[in-house]
């Protein structure tokens, strides 16, 4: 099983990770490439390109001019204890054991603009570069003609080691990076509701939210059959039958 999350946008690179495992992301070559571009554009540009405010703006082109490799434990981070948005309060990889990361490098893979895609264990540093950005590299015109052939080919190798099915936690911007039609393996996409006036509707917040602990369900349960998937019981959600059609697996919450 082989299971694919976004990254986010807020970082922490200032709190001690709590393990010193660590691994160098496939694509750093690659990565260099983007970033050389990046390393040319202003703040402003920044800010225009991303439509993000004139302080992010300045934020990232000083971390556009320092990013540098080799990436040490001195000067990077591994990428699931770097990354903190809600999937990754969800997944709260903080607390994990010695045998809870064994299996997540084994397990989860992070897609990412600027690193293609990643293992929780790999070694990164602070960026940001959304893959759905349109900004043209190596001759390409945006980041999903760039990456999707490498990215594609890097999760079959992986599904050779760790079998599958796919399980799709990934936002849908991140997914497409992914050439489904060639992914050598079942793919399941879960989809999170809450009842919410009568209704069970998809909330931005509480969903990511579950794509984490689906993850972190996964992980300390070594879940290898997609049929355990549907015991998912964290934080009040349940497998909704009725409302799952296919390979696409609806789990919600009445509260």
Do not use: C
Not at 88 to 103: N, P
Not at 175 to 184: P, Q
């Amino acid at each position: 099983m082989l299971v694919l999350l976004s990254p986010a946008k807020s970082l922490d690179f200032d709190s001690k990770p709590v393990t010193e495992k660590h691994s160098q992301p496939a694509f750093l070559k690659e990565a260099r490439v983007i970033n050389k571009e990046l390393k040319k554009l202003s703040p402003k540009d920044l800010s225009s390109l991303m439509g993000i405010s004139a302080k992010l703006g300045q934020l990232n082109f000083e971390r556009n001019q320092t990013w540098k490799t080799p990436f040490k434990a001195e000067n990077a981070k591994q990428a699931v204890l770097a990354f903190t948005g809600d999937v990754y309060r969800g997944l709260d990889a903080a607390t994990f054991s010695g045998t809870d990361f064994e299996v997540a490098q084994q397990t989860i893979r992070i897609l990412s603009g600027l690193y293609g895609v990643l293992k929780p264990l790999d070694l990164i540093q602070a960026y940001r570069l959304e893959m759905g950005t349109k900004f043209g590299v190596d001759g390409k015109d945006n980041l999903y003609g760039f990456w999707q052939e490498k990215v594609t080919k890097a999760i079959n190798r992986d599904l050779k080691d760790a079998g599958g099915p796919v399980i799709n936690l990934a936002s849908n911007e991140y997914f497409k990076a992914v050439d489904s039609k060639k992914i050598k393996a079942e793919i399941i996409s879960p989809a999170f509701k809450d009842l919410k006036d009568g209704q069970y509707k998809m909330i931005s917040f509480y969903a990511k939210k579950a794509r984490g602990l689906m993850s972190r369900f996964i992980v300390q349960n070594k879940i290898s059959d997609p049929e355990d998937l549907k015991a998912f019981d964290l934080e009040g959600y349940y497998f909704n039958n009725e409302l799952s059609k296919g390979r696409n697996w609806v789990f919600t919450r009445d509260h």
